[in-house]
């Protein structure tokens, strides 16, 4: 039988009841909210429930809101049933203080590197994760540069004087 | 002297230690800015500990400040080697958010375009490979063709390389004459040249014997490693975006997603090879179609989309309406609306995706790369793990591994 949202709705919300915080469909696409210390009880049971079968990680991503209080990071996945070809998005949101959430490692090997990468740039804490290091920017690097708090460069300031890339 | 109890050394092993080998970020057999650090047994690969990041250059922070139009130019140097390719992507992205309908014509020259560049792609790939087993000449011999496949683009669009192609809503430009001689000419030639090069190759006993049972990964290995593109369908996984998410007409198109069996070298070898002749397919029907287009129909290269496509020169200079969008999309004035959409296309080593948050300003609030090369990188350390150095070489190219793409 052919995967439905109103199946995935009626199971995920039998199984986690009121942990599941919101529905909505941007784009054609299905995204829920869960609560963030359930995120791989969920996608532990999107993966093993036999009608679900959501076995394919496409995306892990953040998102920093800084006007959300007390919910200022966003972790992003991109889930994709490959059977049925259905695209689901899954949001978990965590305090800036205190940004964890629980890695997918176990489910994804590819999660480990995706990890890694929201890591980086937005200082997110995957708890149980194998390797947490910095893989795109360097290791010495003490914040995290995705962070709406860390701006670009001002392309109008005329105070730098570089010989190399002069302006 | 390295401390004895400190080596890992296999059981059987006839070394006395281990050796740690620098492979990268600069290194004469390896295609791009990457590190590997090797721990070897004799010729053996112990461990593998993979470096990237050299070439990052802060693509998704700096797309949070242009305007839509601009961030194409970050989109050709993901994957320099298809740039065209990522740039439909992009375009494709910024019309499902901002709602603009494409004339099927567009589709069909973005069809063109677009396979063009998946062939360049892997033709690199493909006589890279060829080139790692042993073999320069096929990656001579072919490469005049890319250059034929970048005239084409130089005559759609004016650059080669980092093309910077098309608007969003369409193309810049019609094509002209001369961007469909070429095309034609690439049709004529470029099918006997190939299966030349696949005959050098594909039944030869040396290139055979270095590929084949080398750099495998299963199929339940690949899909956990998020694999994509022919990477995976070599594994044995008909995944296919076109197919499965068709975009750009994709759906009028008559082509077969070809697969393999083992994962390894020769079938990645193989299932390039065989998109190339896929796409040389899809290349001639869409032609077939661009050309069935008689009268005015013949002369729609971009949607109707004042707001966001860029108005004719001579409307700009007479019009007011036209003068005032020119200066709003210029100056990068242009309101999105808010939303969040993520779209994804066939790249040349797989889904590339965009994942696109608008707060309504003028710029992205977030933009991500689903850049595949990322993702499958990671499952390098697996698959040399026990295989000797130069099937890991092979095995570096025969991934594809673009070192922009990976480092967005």
Redesign the interface.
């Known amino acids: 039988m052919s995967l439905n949202l109103d199946i995935i709705k009626e199971k995920l919300e039998a199984q986690f009841g009121d942990k599941i915080l919101s529905w909505e469909e941007p784009y054609g696409m299905p995204t829920f909210t869960v609560q963030n210390d359930h995120n791989l009880k969920v996608l532990t049971f999107l993966f093993d429930e036999q009608e679900l079968g959501f076995q394919f990680l496409t995306d892990i991503t953040g998102v920093h809101y800084p006007d959300r209080k007390g919910e200022e990071i966003a972790v992003v996945y991109h889930l994709h049933n490959l059977k049925e070809n259905f695209r689901l998005r899954m949001k978990v949101y965590a305090p800036i203080e205190k940004p964890d959430v629980y890695t997918a490692t176990g489910l994804f090997s590819g999660a480990n590197w995706m990890e890694r990468e929201t890591y980086d740039f937005f200082g997110v804490n995957f708890i149980g994760h194998p390797d947490l290091r910095r893989v795109l920017n360097v290791d010495e690097m003490d914040y995290f540069p995705l962070r709406k708090e860390y701006p670009l460069e001002d392309q109008t300031r005329i105070d730098k004087d570089d010989e190399m890339f002069g302006r | 002297m390295v401390d004895q109890a400190n080596i890992n050394l296999p059981e059987g092993s006839i070394e006395k230690q281990t050796t740690t080998l620098n492979l990268g970020p600069t290194h004469p057999a390896t295609h791009g800015v990457f590190q590997n650090i090797l721990e070897m047994d004799g010729e053996r690969i112990i461990k593998t500990e993979s470096t990237?990041?050299y070439i990052?250059r802060?693509f998704?922070?700096?797309a949070?400040?242009r305007p839509l139009y601009q961030i194409t130019t970050l989109t050709d140097r993901l994957n320099y080697c298809s740039a065209p390719l990522n740039n439909m992507g992009w375009h494709m992205t910024c019309e499902?958010?901002l709602d603009v309908k494409t004339p099927k014509r567009v589709d069909y020259l973005r069809v063109i375009i677009m396979e063009l560049s998946r062939i360049t792609d892997h033709l690199i790939c493909n006589s890279i490979v060829g080139v790692d087993t042993g073999a320069y000449t096929g990656f001579l011999y072919v490469m005049q063709y890319r250059e034929l496949v970048y005239e084409i683009y130089e005559e759609v669009c004016g650059s080669r390389l980092t093309t910077n192609m098309g608007r969003i809503g369409g193309f810049e430009r019609n094509f002209p004459d001369a961007a469909f001689r070429k095309l034609e000419k690439f049709l004529e030639e470029f099918p006997k040249v190939w299966k030349e090069f696949e005959g050098l190759f594909s039944r030869n006993r040396i290139f055979i014997e270095r590929t084949k049972g080398t750099g495998a990964i299963s199929a339940e290995?690949a899909?956990?490693?998020?694999?994509t593109g022919p990477n995976l369908r070599a594994a044995g996984?008909d995944?296919d975006v076109r197919v499965?998410?068709p975009y750009s007409s994709y759906e009028d198109f008559d082509f077969i997603i070809p697969v393999g069996t083992t994962g390894d070298n020769y079938d990645r070898f193989m299932v390039r090879n065989e998109e190339i002749w896929q796409s040389l397919s899809i290349i001639r029907q869409a032609y077939e179609k661009v050309q069935a287009f008689k009268g005015t129909d013949a002369d729609v290269y971009h949607a109707d989309a004042p707001e966001y496509y860029l108005p004719a020169k001579a409307d700009v200079y007479t019009k007011m309406e036209a003068l005032i969008y020119h200066f709003k999309i210029v100056m990068g004035e242009t309101e999105i609306p808010a939303?969040?959409?993520?779209h994804?296309v066939e790249g040349g080593n797989g889904?590339l995706?965009f994942?696109l948050?608008s707060d309504g300003g003028r710029s992205p609030?977030?933009l991500?790369f689903?850049r595949p090369c990322?993702?499958?990188?990671?499952?390098y350390a697996?698959i040399v793990k026990d295989t000797m150095l130069s099937d890991a070489i092979i095995t570096l190219s025969s991934l594809n591994l673009i070192a922009g793409e990976m480092?967005?």
């Open positions: 990237v990041g990052h802060a998704e922070k700096l949070e400040r499902k958010l290995r899909l956990n490693y998020s694999f996984i995944y499965h998410s939303g969040e959409v993520y994804s889904e995706g994942y948050i609030f977030r991500h689903r990322f993702i499958y990188y990671q499952a697996e480092d967005a």
